[in-house]
């Protein structure tokens, strides 16, 4: 079974420009989390979607936001992009939401802010 | 306010040995405890869970306790081999919203010479 891929792996942007970021989950997974993952602040939770609707959402201002398709791919969008959201960005998927879960991570997309 | 603490300083141990990393919280009720292993540049990897109500569990050479009085938990990897070298991150979940969400620690990075 294939793992949880990210796309692009690595990414450079300047500020003021957005992002966005593709994950595909494993197959028969429902539930992808997003989290930001920086040496300062260690990995924080960033938003969780389940059938395409947002779970939950972590303490990020509004310029990061994601979306689910139906499926189970996601996306997560950043605009106007600051110095501080340089980092790793990974995604984890799961089989379905809350819970005793085991979460899947994928590799991660190293987003460099310039 | 809520804390999850991990031993920021690398542990270096002998190959062989047991290695003991641990994971201290405050002003968290979790439901369960997860341990992750991340390597360079790689998103993390699920080791162990464990619930609030379970003591101890263990896995292969891996074995995870839960004190909810002491609100610490520790991670023992018995034999230890240069293979174990990683960062070793705590992850607590506390219902929020309807879901769990995790919330990891900063990590600690063991280091097994041979």
Known sequence: KAGVTQTPRYLIKTRGQQVTLSCSPISGHRSVSWYQQTPGQGLQFLFEYFSETQRNKGNFPGRFSGRQFSNSRSEMNVSTLELGDSALYLCASSLTSGGYNEQFFGPGTRLTVL | ?114
């Open chain 2, 1 to 114: 306010s809520q804390k999850i603490e991990q031993n920021s300083e690398a542990l270096n141990i002998q190959e062989g040995k047991t290695a003991t990393l641990t994971c201290n919280y405050t002003n968290y009720s979790p439901a369960y405890l997860q341990w992750y292993r991340q390597d360079p540049g790689r998103g993390p990897v699920f080791l162990l869970l464990i619930r609030e109500n379970e003591k101890e569990k263990r896995k292969e050479r891996l074995k995870v306790t839960f004190d909810t009085t002491l609100k610490q938990s520790l991670f023992h990897i018995t034999a230890s081999q240069p293979a174990d070298s990683a960062t070793y991150l705590c992850a607590l979940a506390a219902l929020s919203g309807g879901s769990y969400i995790p919330t990891f620690g900063r990590g600690t990075s063991l280091i097994v010479h041979p």
